[in-house]
């Protein structure tokens, strides 16, 4: 089992806790991740944490795809791998929703599906580095001959040679998009995974294998759950402190109608709670959204507690399937509870 830490994207300052970065990788992490919304971007942090850490991984979970094209973010990722002195840098895709492609981006919402694939076909195609680039997908065409091309367009290959091996892995929930994820992908960033969901997801995992038709399986495809870990005495105000966020991308993240957060709290098998949710949310009752959350539903997505409450509720992520575990918090003591009862320590 695999750890990770999380340090997401920045609020109105930006702050990397290189300190925690530089303990977890001392204590024998795996990765660290960054992450984008609309502010910070997931990728320029890494160059930075890459300068003054020597070992851990460094992961973007995730960078949007309306952020950039696939060149670019083949290239962003083999910079940063260069610079990191090779073999470091995972770069994570996702493609966020419609209100920030759209709202931020000025782009359409589209088709997604074939996006992502046309996006991670693109990027394997630079990495490689076997011939010049060429694409002919439903999304993505290169050289580009559409609407306002000159025509003078030419296939070209990355002058940086590049480490051909650059795993790309996705954040993804949605049936068409784990299965992308197992047929094309080196890992995944399962979306609102609990322990016990992995059940719902093995048929589209495997069906991916099969549409990869080179033989792969489990064992070919890490696969990092997340979640908060947190130690306290006071288990429900740090419940209650979880709720906001969740009421906002359950209730308010999108249009009623699509709201990818919301359909992952009814497949986590609260349906009643996510339409309350929403519902009191977009009316603008947004205390009483928060409050028709359940403690469950909040205490089952991460680890709250004292130590030994952590220590047994971790067996249930330990045999959920997941090959890893990325560790959300801000406090250097959890960062080495989780060492301990992982056994990252002797392996560092």
């Not at 469950?296 to 409450?309: C, K, P, Q, T």
Request: glycine share 12%.
């Amino acid at each position: 089992m695999k750890l990770g830490l999380s340090i997401g994207y920045s609020g109105a300052r930006l702050q990397i806790p290189i300190e925690r970065i530089k303990l977890a990788e001392q204590l024998g992490y795996d990765s660290v991740w960054t992450a984008e919304a609309y502010g910070s971007d997931a990728i320029t942090p890494l160059a930075w944490i890459a300068a003054q850490t020597e070992r851990i991984r460094l992961g973007t979970g995730i960078m949007q795809l309306a952020g950039r094209a696939p060149a670019m973010a083949a290239m962003q990722a083999q910079t940063v791998d260069a610079l990191a002195g090779g073999g470091r840098v995972i770069a994570g895709l996702g493609v966020s929703g419609p209100q920030i492609v759209e709202g931020w981006y000025g782009e359409p919402w589209g088709k997604p599906y074939w996006r992502l694939r046309d996006y991670i076909q693109i990027m394997r195609k630079v990495n490689r580095r076997e011939d010049p680039v060429s694409h002919d997908g439903r999304e993505y065409q290169l050289p580009y001959t559409g609407e306002g091309a000159l025509g003078i367009g030419k296939p070209l290959m990355s002058i940086l040679h590049t480490n051909r091996d650059l795993p790309i892995w996705l954040g993804s929930g949605s049936e068409a998009t784990v299965k992308l994820t197992a047929e094309l992908c080196d890992g995944w960033l399962p979306m609102h995974f609990v322990p016990g969901r992995m059940d719902d997801f093995r048929p589209w995992v495997e069906e991916g294998f099969r549409r990869a038709g080179n033989g792969k399986s489990w064992s070919d495809l890490e696969i990092l759950g997340r979640g908060p870990v947190l130690l306290t005495d006071d288990i429900k105000s740090a419940l209650d402190a979880v709720k906001p966020g969740i009421a906002l991308y359950a209730g308010g993240m999108g249009h009623k109608d699509i709201n990818f957060h919301n359909e992952h709290m009814k497949a986590r098998g609260y349906p009643e709670v996510a339409e309350k949710v929403q519902e009191l949310y977009l009316a603008g009752r947004k205390q009483e959204a928060i409050d028709a959350i359940p403690d469950e539903y909040v205490d089952e997505a991460g680890l709250y507690g004292s130590i030994e409450r952590i220590e047994k509720r971790w067996e249930a992520w330990a045999d959920s399937g997941i090959t890893g575990f990325v560790v959300n918090t801000n406090q250097e003591e959890a960062v080495q509870l989780m060492a301990d009862i992982v056994g990252t320590r002797s392996a560092a």
